[in-house]
């Protein structure tokens, strides 16, 4: 479904962005993933990804950066002779009560969240532009939806990657290139495992149950091939029902 194609996936260390490394590899696109700072966990998603047969590597990386965002995708299109899809996914949380928030906590995850979106968007837009064609998929939240107690920074970096994708996707759809968001409700991983033993909140998604990396990961797939080539600027929620 994506041989020869190569997917730049930010944050694919673990957890969703692992996910979808897997799931694109699997259907055959050569892999570049970046990492803040976990190499152990980078060492063992590429070693992953490679069992599958596919060229894969991992680049160390801060998205918040724009001269780093910008040196790295440079360095990726070197060494894979170009991209053609684009996850942005990394992201980070530092909740509070909007009392109790510090100004820099509000600012790191709108750093990451949204800015490091912004930043990996405007690194491959001429590269797009270029070739005519490209994939952007963006990871938005059911927080940036509907918002969160607790969660004022990373609800709002979330909303802003939701009007980003939709600026970018009217920007670039006349060149043939699609722009959409994925937005998780609960999906059990290193980032929520607080709430995963939480029954109540299980109870409250209507088909009671979190969310799997793998869940997002097809739908991630979908919208990464040709089977989506008609759709753009889209959110498509992806929660078990629970924002609906």
């Known amino acids: 479904m994506l041989k020869g194609k190569t997917a730049v996936v930010t944050g694919g260390s673990r957890g969703i962005g692992k996910?979808?490394?897997?799931?694109?590899?699997?259907?055959?696109?050569?892999?570049?993933?970046?990492?803040?700072?976990?190499?152990a966990a980078a060492e063992e998603t590429l070693k992953e990804l490679e069992s599958l047969g596919v060229k894969a590597k991992a680049y160390q990386c801060n998205v918040s950066d724009a001269d780093a965002a910008a040196e790295v995708l440079r360095e990726i299109t070197k060494d894979f002779g170009g991209i053609q899809i684009l996850v942005n996914n990394a992201g980070i949380t530092k909740d509070k009560l909007v009392p109790m928030m510090k100004a820099?906590?509000?600012?790191?995850?709108?750093?990451?969240?949204?800015?490091?979106?912004?930043?990996?968007?405007?690194?491959?837009?001429?590269?797009?532009?270029?070739?005519?064609?490209?994939?952007?998929?963006?990871?938005?939240?059911?927080?940036?939806?509907?918002?969160?107690?607790?969660?004022?920074?990373?609800?709002?970096?979330?909303?802003?990657?939701?009007?980003?994708?939709?600026?970018?996707?009217?920007?670039?759809?006349?060149?043939?290139?699609?722009?959409?968001?994925?937005?998780?409700?609960?999906?059990?991983?290193?980032?929520?495992?607080?709430?995963?033993?939480?029954?109540?909140?299980?109870?409250?998604?209507?088909?009671?149950?979190f969310g799997t990396p793998e869940d997002v990961a097809k739908l991630a797939l979908f919208l990464a091939s040709d089977e989506s080539d008609y759709i753009t600027g889209e959110v498509i929620r992806i929660d078990g029902g629970m924002a609906m």
């Open 104 to 209: 820099a906590d509000f600012d790191a995850v709108i750093d990451t969240n949204l800015k490091g979106t912004f930043y990996m968007i405007k690194g491959v837009y001429p590269l797009f532009l270029k070739q005519k064609s490209g994939k952007i998929i963006n990871i938005s939240s059911v927080s940036g939806l509907n918002g969160n107690a607790g969660q004022a920074n990373y609800s709002a970096s979330k909303a802003g990657v939701v009007g980003l994708t939709k600026s970018v996707a009217k920007e670039l759809a006349s060149r043939g290139i699609c722009c959409n968001a994925i937005a998780p409700g609960f999906i059990a991983t290193d980032m929520t495992e607080t709430f995963t033993g939480n029954d109540a909140l299980k109870d409250a998604i209507p088909m009671k149950r």
């Open 19 to 39: 996910a979808i490394c897997l799931k694109f590899a699997e259907n055959g696109a050569d892999i570049a993933f970046l990492y803040a700072g976990n190499t």
